[in-house]
């Protein structure tokens, strides 16, 4: 549930942007298209006019035929930006995609082939949409998935604010014992000093 909201959110989110950009850039490539197409060629002779599909292939060049895909190759991302539907199913956008230049390069291919020096020739109709094809399968699908994924990706939270820490207690004093007297250091006995007798001479005393 929380995927198809926010994949809704998303397409709404970003539906107007890429759709004005898509109209700008379809209606600037139209304009360089149309100068290409209906300018008048400065040639001796041209051929005559193709309706089998593929025929003209063998006498093209290389680079006329990667012109012709590349002429409106660009219509494979501009017309779905131009739609504005980012959320609808690829094979969906591919169809209504392929059928809109299709349509698209037919008109061109008859508005052509009314100017001077310019015939009627299908496989132009056929390289320009195979080339919006192409274009539309390898840019669009993946375009669209990482948009939706960006879009709808969860967002972390911000972590909150880390609150200052409480200073630490003062760690409790012992209480302080009483000093005990300190007691008197005894005196040593002092030894008496027997007096010294001094004698006459050494011996016992002699009676006369």
Known sequence: M?????????????RRPLRAVGLLGLALHLLLVGWLVLRPLPVAWVDDANLTPLASLRSSTPGQLLGELLMLAPLGVLLPLAGGRLGSPWFASFLRTT?????????????????PWHVLNV???L???????VVHLAL??????LLLR?????RVPNAPASLPLPAPAP?????????????PAKAAPSKAVEPLLS???PGTARRG
């Open 140 to 145: 669009v699908p993946v375009g669209r998935s």
């Open 123 to 125: 496989d132009h109709i």
């Open 171 to 183: 760690a409790a004093r012992p209480a302080a014992t009483p000093a005990t007297p300190a007691t």
């Open 150 to 154: 960006g879009a709808t990706a969860p």
């Open 127 to 133: 390289l320009g949409v195979v080339g919006v094809a």
């Open 199 to 201: 004698l006459g001479s």
């Open 2 to 14: 929380r995927t198809e909201t926010g994949r809704a959110t998303a397409v709404q989110r970003y």
């Open 99 to 115: 059928g809109a230049s299709a349509l698209l390069a037919t008109g061109l291919e008859f508005v052509s082939s009314w100017t």
